[in-house]
């Protein structure tokens, strides 16, 4: 076998393409399809595998792909339980997991998982500044009973007690439910200043519509995996006045020019809605998108030290993540170091707010 | 909590109540003819829902395609068993001919209506049209031919026909969820209770069905024909109630109530393609409090269930489901308890 013959660039993906978070996982696919055929000028191979937004599968797929593809990076998952599960499998077999996800791991267990997406932490920061500027005081939480319900309220309490805010009254729902008549019940009877609803794409709507049919007429937040059309294809003129905190991708033309982002945001808005239709781009498929600006940065540091393929070139694409600085991306300004796997600066969050059924940049 | 609190939890607990009791009805009714414990049953739901909010799209909703392919399969595999009971190619043509005929036409209606843009009214009797006929092929595909199985293998297939439509329904209908238009828009403040003209709906409808349920077996002849096949299938062949007419029957009813109760719930909620199981499921716990044999043993449970569920959302939402489904083995306990088995009861 000549070592010369055919080095490509491995990339194995995992992401929900049925189940509740297939909402995520699908317009990652399809900016999958838009990516290039070569990243720093090495062949690429990219292999799809549908998680069904369980970690079982998540995790088997992702055992197939390092065992039998010896993939050089693993993608995924788009949901959070299931990212946290793959987790596992990168440290293990010692593979680079691009998480698109803001997957919360103990310290340790992370040192082959980088996030794509903003930590909550940076978001929330975002949220409670803006709140700060509105005079909001107390805010009533209203999230999944998932990972990413929970991990919302922790960085939001964290970053809400340095400036005096308070989450008087927090509540849960599951993504499956039909009504949160009787949480939102609780909430509006704490009256909060600001309510927050943890929730994703055109699951973020009915929380919300149930809190507006019990009277309240407080401010509301959404987070970053409502920042999708289908908040306003599906709650319609009641989600006017919404906030919601995002990446520089959701709305790309408004930003101001200094924003480093809005080139790169603007290219991927042109290409995904040029193939998918207008207005059809998301915060998920910005994360593919990014991806690939990654790769280009860190795959040719790593092929200095070793050929694709090999636990040398993983070992040193890991590196290559730690060491290649800060990164601008359609998300944002990465900056990951050894200590840090998180990466975005804490001026990433962006709040748009929902005016005639599109984003308005507050 | 005061007393206004308590209202409101309680009317909201009695409409999805109301929807659970539907359910569970159809739950009862499936399970008490052919022995099949339907776990699809929230799936007619999710199809009900949906395709009426594609139709409100203006296009040709997914279910018209999967209706035509079940329709063909249900087709050949009439007339494949026809033709090795009778060796009769016209009889067996004929057969197959009757299986296709109500699918197509409904298809054709669908395919001229869709881009029309109907009132709601219309687009939501097609959609009960649509969602109703797959009640028969479902059974003639998945359960016709293990009639004499047992109810664990039938329960198997129920299973395996859950997951199968749940994937198609991701393919037809997306990842997304939909809400649709309600069909009244009527907001009454009684106190601090606020009564939707959906809620009222939701009510009526749930009693006319129950009560239409009850005249349907006790007065109709092919409730009694039910009936018989319920209590004796060997008897009621013997007396010449086709046990094949008898499972379609019921699955066209159970497919009816679903998809109703899709249209009730539609502009409640987001409807995902995948929605309706957890829906069927509290349907089925209010069933299995009814040791799957009594109607109004399901109404009572289902209410029973809706109820918990508000209550519990309210003191401790993060375990609400927990609780819910944690109540059903006090229930089966005390059932188990109270004595042995009937051979009514299968």
């Known amino acids: 076998m000549s070592g010369l013959a055919m080095a490509d660039l491995t990339i194995g993906v995992i992401l929900p393409l049925t189940g509740p978070a297939s909402g995520l996982g699908i317009p990652m696919k399809n900016q999958i399809a838009l990516w290039p055929e070569k990243i720093a000028g090495e062949k690429l191979k990219v292999i799809v595998l549908d998680d069904a937004t369980d970690p079982t599968q998540g995790v088997k797929n992702a055992r197939r792909l390092v065992a039998e593809e010896k993939v050089d990076v693993l993608l995924g998952s788009a949901a959070t339980p299931v990212g946290i599960a793959i987790a596992d499998v990168a440290v293990e077999s010692q593979t680079v997991q691009l998480a698109a996800t803001p997957i919360g791991l103990p310290p340790g267990k992370d040192t082959w998982s980088f996030r794509l997406p903003q930590s909550n932490d940076v978001m929330a920061h975002a949220v409670v500044a803006h709140m700060k500027k509105q005079g909001v005081k107390t805010v009533g939480f209203l999230g999944y009973t998932d990972a990413y319900g929970e991990q919302w309220l922790k960085a939001f309490t964290a970053a809400g007690d340095k400036e005096g805010i308070k989450v008087v009254a927090a509540e849960r729902f599951a993504r499956t439910d039909t009504g949160v008549t009787a949480q939102a019940l609780k909430l509006t009877a704490a009256n909060p200043d600001a309510i927050l609803v943890v929730a994703s794409g055109s699951g973020a709507a009915m929380p919300e519509m149930a809190v507006l049919d019990r009277g309240y007429k407080g401010k509301i937040y959404q987070t970053h995996a409502a920042a999708t059309k289908d908040l306003m294809r599906v709650g319609g003129k009641a989600m006017e006045g919404t906030y919601v905190v995002s990446g520089p991708v959701i709305a790309p033309a408004q930003l101001p020019d200094s924003n480093p982002s809005k080139k790169f945001a603007l290219d991927f808005v042109a290409k995904y809605d040029g193939a998918y239709g207008a207005g059809s781009h998301n915060q998920f498929a910005g994360h593919a998108y990014d991806t690939v600006l990654v790769l280009e940065k860190a795959v040719p540091l790593a092929l200095k030290k070793a050929k694709t393929g090999t636990p040398e070139f993983r070992a040193a694409l890991r590196d290559a993540l730690e060491t290649m600085g800060r990164t601008v991306v359609a998300h944002g300004t990465l900056n990951w170091t050894k200590e840090d796997h998180w990466g975005y600066t804490l001026d990433t969050g962006v709040i748009v707010k929902v005016v005639n059924g599109d984003w308005k940049i507050e | ?346």
Request: aromatic share 10%; glycine share 8%.
């Open chain 2, 1 to 346: 909590m005061d007393s206004t609190i308590a209202s409101i939890l309680l009317l909201d607990g009695l409409t999805n109540g109301a929807v659970y009791a539907l359910l569970g009805l159809a739950t009862v009714l499936v399970f008490t003819v052919t022995r099949v414990i339907f776990i699809p049953q929230g799936e007619f739901v999710a199809y009900g829902a949906l395709t009426l909010a594609i139709l409100q799209t203006g296009h040709v909703p997914g279910t018209v395609w999967l209706l035509l392919i079940m329709a063909c399969i249900a087709a050949l595999m009439e007339l494949v068993s026809r033709w090795h009971h009778h060796r009769n190619p016209l009889a067996a043509l004929k057969s197959a001919l009757k299986v296709l005929a109500v699918p197509v036409a409904l298809a054709l209606v669908t395919l001229w209506a869709a881009p029309r843009q109907f009132p709601l009214e219309v687009q939501a009797l097609l959609s009960v049209a649509i969602v109703t006929s797959f009640g028969p092929l479902v059974y003639r595909v998945a359960f016709q031919s293990l009639e004499d199985a047992s109810p664990l293998v039938l329960l198997i297939v129920a299973v395996g026909v859950h997951f199968a439509m749940t994937g198609l329904g991701l393919l037809f209908f997306g990842a997304e969820g939909f809400r649709n238009p309600p069909f009244w828009d009527l907001r009454l403040s009684l106190g601090p209770v606020t009564l939707t003209g959906q809620t009222l709906i939701i009510f009526a409808c749930s009693v006319a069905l129950i009560v239409l349920l009850w005249l349907f077996f006790e007065r109709a002849l092919m409730g009694k024909a039910l009936r018989a096949t319920a209590v004796n299938r060997l008897g009621a062949r013997l007396m010449g109630i086709s046990s094949h007419a008898s499972g379609q029957t019921a699955f066209a009813m159970a497919a009816l109530i679903g998809a109703l109760s899709g249209l009730l719930i539609g502009p409640t909620t987001t409807v995902f393609y995948d929605s309706g199981f957890l829906i069927g499921l509290k349907g089925f716990v209010a069933a299995v409090v009814a040791g799957l044999s009594s109607y109004p043993g399901a109404l009572v449970g289902a209410l029973f269930v809706g109820i918990v569920e508000s209550l519990a959302s309210f003191w401790a939402s993060a375990f609400k489901e927990v609780i819910v489904f944690t109540l059903i083995l006090p229930i089966l306990l005390w059932r188990s308890l109270q004595g042995g088995h009937s051979d009514e009861e299968h």
